[in-house]
C-alpha cells in the first residue's frame, strides 16, 4: 500500500481477501494527503472484516464496497471486468 501510494498517477485499489489491507489503507489516507484514485473494498471473512469496510465508507474516496462478512477475490474481480467492460463501450 505504501509503494503504491508513491505513485504519481492515479490509483485503484481493488481488495478482495484481506481486510487489513483495507485498514492500512484507511491509515496512509489519515497520516497524510494522499487518496487513491477508486478503492474496491470487497473482503470476505470474519475478523475485522465489517469494521474494515466501514472505516473505507467514512473516507470522502469513490468506492464500492459491500456491507457484511461475504465478498472475495472473485467478487473484486468481477466488479473491476464489470468496470472495464462499462468502459470499453
Not at 487489513?20 to 473494498?41: C, H, N
Not at 469513490?62 to 456491507?67: E, T
Request: glycine share 8%; charged share 20%; net charge positive.
Amino acid at each position: 500500500m505504501e509503494k503504491a501510494a508513491q505513485i504519481q498517477k492515479p490509483v485503484i485499489f481493488a481488495v478482495g481477501n484481506a481486510p487489513t489491507a483495507l485498514v492500512s489503507l484507511y491509515e496512509l489516507m489519515q497520516k497524510s494527503d494522499w487518496r487513491p484514485a477508486f478503492i474496491i473494498g470487497v473482503p470476505v471473512g470474519f475478523v475485522n472484516v465489517e469494521a474494515a469496510k466501514e472505516l473505507i465508507l467514512e473516507t470522502d474516496v469513490p468506492h464500492i464496497v459491500n456491507r457484511g462478512r461475504k465478498g472475495g477475490s472473485n467478487v473484486a474481480a468481477a466488479i473491476v471486468n464489470a468496470i472495464l467492460y462499462e468502459l470499453g463501450r
